[in-house]
């Protein structure tokens, strides 16, 4: 597609529950990024994958947080157990070498 | 590790004045510095980049240089419109090309008045 993007736009969850949050990025392009953006910050780097390949996962806050991109094409966050803290904007991006990122909308959570 | 820092804001000018966003940061090597735009309810968006000293980025009429010496990245622009209303993120890499992280600083909310 023309851009990246990312579903669902809003999503509530309750206290507990698990979501999963999907990435649709640029056809070819090789790199994927997640970040969590909490309100009035900056994005914050959760993972990254190259291909298929889950290169850099040191951004995730817990183990309940759980990233996948199994054909190196759509990428799905996964939040087990949600809790009030995890409430944020989460963004994807994706970018190709010579390119900068192209971000998505971003799917805002918001967890009660 | 690597740090952004920039103004806090809100910013708030009238239209047609001249617009600064302070950035500094910290980093282990030599960065590539970039300026993203983020409109309400939009995507972040690059606005301009530099990737090496003296560098000076330039889009839309906004401007910033790679300083080095002071190891900032100020945004400048000459005069706003209330079309620049946004929040603007100062970020850098270690490499500029895909496979390393951004680090964004706290944004800084700009609001431009008629």
């Known amino acids: 597609g023309a851009g990246v993007s990312q579903s669902p736009r809003y999503k509530v969850a309750k206290r507990g529950q698990d979501v999963a949050l999907r990435c649709d990025p640029i056809s070819g392009h090789v790199s994927l990024f997640w970040y969590q953006q909490a309100l009035g910050q900056g994005p914050e780097f959760l993972t990254y994958?190259?291909?298929?390949?889950?290169?850099?996962k040191s951004g995730l806050p817990s183990d309940r947080f759980f990233a996948e991109r199994p054909e190196g094409s759509v990428s799905t966050l996964k939040i087990q157990r949600t809790q009030q803290e995890d409430s944020a904007v989460y963004l994807c991006?994706?970018?190709?070498?010579?390119?900068?990122?192209?971000f998505g909308s971003g799917t805002r959570l918001t967890v009660v | 590790g690597d740090s952004v820092t920039q103004m806090e804001g809100p910013v708030t000018l009238s239209e047609e004045a001249f617009l600064t966003i302070n950035c500094t940061y910290t980093?282990?090597?030599?960065?590539?510095l970039f300026w993203y735009v983020q409109y309400p309810g939009e995507g972040l968006q690059l606005l301009l980049k530099?990737?090496?000293?003296?560098d000076k980025g330039s889009n839309k009429g906004f401007e910033a240089t790679y300083r080095k010496e002071t190891t900032s990245f100020h945004l400048e622009k000459g005069s706003v419109q209330v079309s620049d209303s946004a929040v603007y993120f100062c970020a850098l890499s270690d490499q500029p090309y895909a496979g390393n992280m951004l680090t964004f600083g706290g944004g800084t909310r700009l609001m431009v008045k008629p």
């Open positions: 530099a990737t090496k000293a003296d």
């Open positions: 994958f190259q291909n298929e390949a889950q290169l850099d």
């Open positions: 991006a994706s970018s190709t070498a010579g390119d900068g990122y192209t």
């Open positions: 980093a282990t090597g030599y960065p590539s």
